[in-house]
T-cell receptor, first 111, second 110 residues
């Protein structure tokens, strides 16, 4: 069965510190993987996506994620957190027929 | 701007009422997805349409129904509303393997 698991529903980091948001997936077919960000009272917007090819993908706002097939993971990182990064982050999987979303991780950035 | 539009932006209604939410996908996208987002349930997939046909069903209540019209816009109908139906309702369309989300409709049931 296809699924997405985000470890940690709430993550707090200090401004300037590394951001690491964890995502593991389960898929019986080669997955397309995504990270979306949602700011308060807004829709979800795409941060980055992995389809095929290079396993390290770069997205907007300095975020990147690495697809690790052996670990079935797609963790999101950013070297230095900014106050504007405070938001809800969703990892998602597309198996070709359907999209599966994780339960989300709320990121708090402490000044 | 994702190119997906949703109306209305806000909706306030009473228990027992019926409402219709509208979504227009990005130009050229054939698939439309509906999601419900509430504080206690997170982002829940409701239903997907592809070119007018129902493609997949998620956690959609029997009181809810949807359809996609020939011009590809979609409507989500919510009836016999309960307090617990208060939530953000998102529409998304897909193309190039990813989903593009609309700004959402915030439904408040009083």
């Amino acid at each position: 069965a296809q699924s997405v698991t985000q470890l940690g529903s709430h993550v707090s980091v200090s401004e300037g510190a590394l951001v690491l948001l964890r995502c593991n997936y389960s898929s019986s077919v080669p997955p397309y993987l995504f990270w979306y960000v949602q700011y308060p009272n807004q829709g979800l917007q795409l941060l980055l996506k992995y389809t095929t090819g290079a396993t390290l993908v770069k997205g907007i706002n300095g975020f990147e994620a690495e697809f690790k097939k052996s670990e079935t993971s797609f963790h999101l990182t950013k070297p230095s957190a900014h106050m504007s990064d405070a938001a809800e982050y969703f990892c998602a999987l597309n198996t070709g027929n359907q999209f599966y979303f994780g339960t989300g991780t709320s990121l708090t950035v402490i000044p | 701007d994702s190119g997906v539009t949703q109306t209305p932006k806000h909706l306030i209604t009473a228990t027992g009422q019926r409402v219709t939410l509208r979504c227009s996908p990005r130009s050229g996208d054939l698939s439309v997805y509906w999601y419900q987002q509430s504080l206690d349930q997170g982002l829940q997939f409701l239903i997907q349409y592809y070119n007018g046909e129902e493609r997949a069903k998620g956690n959609i209540l029997e009181r809810f129904s949807a359809q996609q019209f020939p011009d590809l816009h979609s409507e989500l109908n919510l009836s016999s509303l309960e307090l617990g139906d208060s939530a953000l309702y998102f529409c998304a369309s897909s193309g190039e393997g990813e989903q593009f989300f609309g700004p959402g409709t915030r439904l408040t049931v009083l």
